[in-house]
Structures are given as C-alpha cells and as structure tokens.
C-alpha cells in the first residue's frame, strides 16, 4: 500500500500537521509505504483557466503540481490534510485541489478513466483538518474535498476535523483526535480490497 500524505498548511508543526503525523504512523504501523510532502515548500500556483488541458487531460502550467499529480496517480490513497481559513480550505490547498482540473478534463472532455494507481485498485482519500474558531463547520471543506475525491476516480473514506484549535500545539489538549487521526490511517492503508469502492 503506497499512500501520499499531503500537507497543506502554510504553518510547520501546527495542528493540522500533528494530526497529519498520528494519520502516517497510523498508515505506516499496518505497513504502508507513505510519502509525505508539504504544499508551503512546494511551488504550485493557481489554475489559470486556460483550458489547454482539454487537449490532453494534462495541466501545461509548469511548476511542482506536475510531479505533485503523478506521484497522488500512482498512490493507492492521498491523505489531505488543511487548516480552515475563511470557512474552507486554506489557500495552498485550494491552488493544490484546483489544478486537478486537468483530470476533470481527462474525463469530462475527453471521455477518458483516470488510471488507477500500479496496484489496480481504486484510489481512496482521507481528510484531516482544524479550525481556530470553535463555531467553524467545515461543510463548505468537505465540499471540495468530495469534489477532489471525485475528480481522481478516488472514495473519501473518511475525515477528522476539530474546531477550537488555533495555537501551535493547541491539539495536543484533545487527544481523542489524535487517537481518530491515527485509526483514519489504518483504515486508510487497510481498506478491504473485496469492499465495492462506489460513490462517494
């Protein structure tokens, strides 16, 4: 099981991110292989609305998105993890989710099935976020990340969001989290391969 962890806070070590590191040790201790990348060291600009990628299905802006969308193409599962800012994702994950419109065109204009990762099995994804405020919902999150899920021919198999968590190790006070981040992954890199992946 090969999985891409993706953080996408622009703070380094924050809540968001510790709920990502309890997700991989998750992942990792039923023996997945998982990568881990952070957007805010990455250059990944917004998509331009070009529209050249209905020609090929591929996003010609050159940057690190290329090398981001193929290693997420040929993981099992992607785990996103992202702050809310504004009641949605923050803006480095926003610019990450938006170039794959280059896959919506792959199968929407051009008719064609995303491929499926090396092991031939459906890709899945899991969602982590949090939230300074303590009223914020994070519908409008799960909104886009059903939309991301949909668009790489992937099943969201779950999310753990918490609000009221605005200082740097503020989630280290709800450990119940923590414990949920970390059983995410192992759901995550276990998913039973007879389970029908169908719908969202």
Partial sequence: M????????PRNGGNTECLLERSVAGAQSVGAVVEQVALNRLRIGPCMECNRCYASG???????FQLLCDKALIADGVILAAPIFFMNVCAQAKAF????????ALRYVLGQSVPLPPSGLRRRVAFLSTAGWQKTK?????????????TIDAKLVGSVCINGVDAIQDIEKHPEALDQAFALGQ??????????LTGD
């Fill in 138 to 150: 994070f519908d409008c999150a799960l909104t886009v990340v059903r939309a991301f899920s949909a």
């Fill in 2 to 9: 090969r999985l891409l962890a993706i953080s996408g806070s």
């Fill in 97 to 104: 989710v938006d170039r794959f419109q280059c896959l919506w």
């Fill in 58 to 64: 591929r996003c010609v802006v050159e940057d690190d």
């Fill in 187 to 196: 759901e995550l890199a276990t998913w039973p391969v007879s389970q029908p």
